[in-house]
């Protein structure tokens, strides 16, 4: 079925590294794809998006990869702070004309001091 | 201040219950949604709506309601035909294609 999925459930990196997060989707026709970050207690909240006609995008501090090939998206935060701790999800639009969005299970990222 | 408001941010229900949780927004959204998130998952879809009264199903529907009779409003009722209840349901907003915005949440639990 749909799914969204992650390689590793949890990442450990020190502060000042760069860090990359990884996640494999099985829909093929997904047209729109997003990372969310997640603090604690807290509601999801937007990093980064990219669609389907492009490979790569970038943002503060934050790279998207889309390789559709082998459907895996990847974000790169670079320069990793304290404050990156947190949750992240990727996320695919599996209809078109509708944002139905399937998440994955999240990532952990935990930043050494 | 613009953004997504959910009420109450902890809830508690007895067994056989009925409640509603509260999402407004005031972004001039069109659509919205509404997700529930178990201990270490993602978040599932559990209802979404792209026009004022009108709605479609998620992937776990089943034991919940939703009304859309403002495009500020869409309330969820978590009914007692929903088994396991107790989880964070997290309510969200976008404008058509765009990236969805989140709410802070509502936890709630099951006595």
């Known amino acids: 079925g749909e799914s969204v999925g992650l390689h590793l459930p949890t990442l450990s990196v020190q502060e000042g590294d760069n860090s990359i997060i990884n996640c494999a989707y099985s829909n093929s026709a997904s047209d729109y794809f997003i990372w969310y970050k997640q603090e604690s207690g807290k509601g999801p909240q937007f990093i980064i998006d990219i669609r389907s006609n492009m490979d790569k995008r970038q943002g503060q501090r934050v790279t998207v990869l889309l390789n559709k090939t082998v459907k895996h998206l990847s974000l790169q935060i670079a320069a990793t702070q304290p404050g990156d701790s947190a949750v992240y999800f990727c996320a695919e639009n599996v209809q078109q004309g509708a944002q139905k969005l399937v998440f994955g299970q999240g990532t952990r990222l935990t930043i050494n001091p | 201040d613009g953004g997504i408001t959910q009420s109450p941010k902890y809830l508690f229900r007895k067994e056989g219950q009925n409640v509603t949780l509260s999402c407004e927004q005031n972004l001039n959204h069109d659509a919205m949604y509404w997700y529930r998130q178990d201990p270490g998952q993602g978040l599932r879809l559990i209802y979404y709506?792209?026009?004022?009264?009108?709605?479609q199903k998620g992937d776990i529907a089943e034991g919940y309601s939703v009304s859309r009779e403002k495009k500020e409003s869409f309330p969820l009722t978590v009914t007692s035909a929903q088994k396991n209840p107790t989880a964070f349901y997290l309510c969200a907003s976008s404008i058509l294609g765009m990236e969805q915005f989140f709410g802070p949440g509502t936890r709630l639990t099951v006595l």
């Open positions: 709506s792209q026009i004022v009264n009108d709605f």
